[in-house]
Structures are given as structure tokens and as C-alpha cells.
Nanobody, 116 residues
């Protein structure tokens, strides 16, 4: 059974940095697309960044230039380095792993709060 465990969330002042980690277990992840989504209160869950098995990264426009996604296939882990954080980045951040469109797993989420 696939399990995703996120860590690294917390409270930070505007302009600060956080690094999220998502460790996966239960399958072979080197061929999976891994990504981060976020959901603010009363808003839909949106893509923040994703990275394919060959390392190609995609970012939401609002985080481009501030966030960096990376992966370590040997550790089955995906990271999200978040710099220059803004209050509008406040949300629950979810790790997502997928093989194609039909096989998708989500983590439990980690809270990121950015104070002004």
C-alpha cells in the first residue's frame, strides 16, 4: 500500500523560507510524477509544482522564481523549497504521486502559515 508522509510545514514570517518533504513508501516511485498542491480555507486545491520521472518541473505562476521542487529517487522523496514566502502562500500543502491519470495518491497534508 502506498503511503506518503509530509513534513516541514510550520509558521514563518513573510519573506522567510520553509522546506517541505514528502517521503513515499509501498511502491517504486522513480517512474512516478510527484508534486505539491495547496488548499487555502474555502478555496479549491491547486497545483503548486510537479516534477516528472525525468526531472522536468512545472510551477504555478504565483510561485515561479520563489519555489523549487526536487526529488531524490533513491530516497523516494520529493521536496519543495519555498523562499520569499508571502501571507497568500498560507495553506495546507499536499503531496501527490501519480502514475498516469488513473493511479493517484495523496498525503495527509501539512500546514504552512505565513504571517505578515
Amino acid at each position: 500500500q502506498v503511503q506518503l508522509v509530509e513534513s516541514g510545514g510550520g509558521l514563518v514570517q513573510a519573506g522567510g523560507s520553509l522546506r517541505l518533504s514528502c517521503e513515499a513508501s509501498g511502491s517504486i516511485f522513480s517512474a512516478a510524477t510527484m508534486g505539491w498542491y495547496r488548499q487555502a480555507p474555502e478555496k479549491q486545491r491547486d497545483l503548486v509544482a510537479s516534477i516528472t520521472s525525468n526531472g522536468s518541473a512545472n510551477y504555478a505562476g504565483s510561485v515561479k522564481g520563489r519555489f523549487t521542487i526536487s526529488r531524490d529517487n533513491a530516497k523516494n522523496t520529493v521536496y519543495l523549497q519555498m523562499n520569499s514566502l508571502k501571507p497568500e502562500d498560507t495553506a495546507v500543502y499536499y503531496c501527490r504521486v501519480s502514475w498516469g491519470f488513473l493511479t493517484v495518491y495523496w498525503g495527509q497534508g501539512t500546514q504552512v502559515t505565513v504571517s505578515s
